[in-house]
């Protein structure tokens, strides 16, 4: 690392940027913050910290922990640094608490949450939740991967669940997206399904966007009843999927008011 900074002492900053934008934000901050002053400065560049992936992907889209190394290095010394430039978090879920609980993130505004499962979501977003203030106050676009295999009773889904906790909790969410990085099968337990014995009944006032998987048709309805005041962006994944007649559009008050509403049939599973 000492031979790289004497290298990298002879670069003008320009060139070096336009190295470290080969790099993900990770490496750069991982490699260049406490080395010295100058790379300090330049690792901090809001290029570099406002958007930050906190976990591995690999190219079939497996999520993963990362290296202990680098982990241990951010959370005790990295984020303390940058944490009030930090605009947007990537998590899963071995690390996502400790990371939002270890320091305070005055301008963060979105998250992507992946592979939750039904336990973790009703500790995230329930009301004992340790992070309620950062999800009531700050969190206006969240992003939400569920995970595969939740072995869950089916009067008690984890979509239902989740969707209710999140709607419950976050005051002022303007975007809401389930599933948005792929068009992957989705089982039926990750699907917003009104056919319940006790359907859901949130609502939110500030919600103006989402990107959300239903059961069938019907749900949109439900989901376009009014409970969303500042609704004017809507696209759903439906599972058993018609073509609405104009008199049910008709009875769709979001419809009459130029609301984006894209609807599109779920991917079959794979065979």
């Not at 940027?17 to 330049?42: A, F, M, Q």
């Not at 939002?100 to 998250?111: E, I, Q």
Request: aromatic fraction near 8%.
């Amino acid at each position: 690392m000492g031979h790289l900074c004497v290298q990298l002492t002879d670069i003008s900053d320009e060139i070096l940027l336009l190295i470290l934008n080969k790099l993900t934000n990770i490496e750069v901050l991982y490699s260049l913050i406490g080395v010295n002053i100058r790379l300090d400065k330049i690792a901090s560049d809001p290029i570099f910290t406002e958007h930050l992936t906190l976990m591995k992907r690999s190219s079939n889209g497996v999520i993963k922990l990362l290296d202990d190394s680098i982990f241990d290095r951010f959370y005790s010394q990295i984020l303390p640094k940058i944490h009030h430039k930090i605009k947007w978090l990537d998590l899963e879920p071995l690390s996502m608490e400790r990371i939002l609980l270890a320091v305070d993130y005055p301008n963060l505004h979105g998250l992507s949450l992946f592979n939750i499962e039904r336990e973790l979501g009703v500790r995230l977003f329930g009301e004992e939740s340790h992070l309620d203030r950062i999800f009531k106050n700050q969190i206006t676009t969240l992003n939400i991967t569920l995970a595969e295999n939740n072995i869950i009773a089916s009067t008690s889904d984890i979509m239902n669940i989740v969707c209710t906790h999140i709607l419950t909790m976050f005051n002022n969410l303007i975007c809401l997206k389930f599933h948005p990085y792929s068009n992957i099968h989705v089982a039926s337990d990750e699907r917003l399904s009104f056919s319940l014995k006790e359907p859901p009944t949130f609502f939110s006032s500030s919600l103006m966007e989402l990107h959300i998987n239903v059961e069938d048709f019907t749900d949109c309805l439900y989901l376009l009843d009014g409970r969303f005041k500042q609704l004017h962006t809507f696209y759903v994944n439906v599972h058993v999927f018609f073509s609405p007649t104009q008199a049910i559009i008709n009875k769709v008050p979001g419809l009459e008011t130029g609301l984006i509403f894209m609807a599109q049939p779920g991917p079959t599973r794979p065979s």
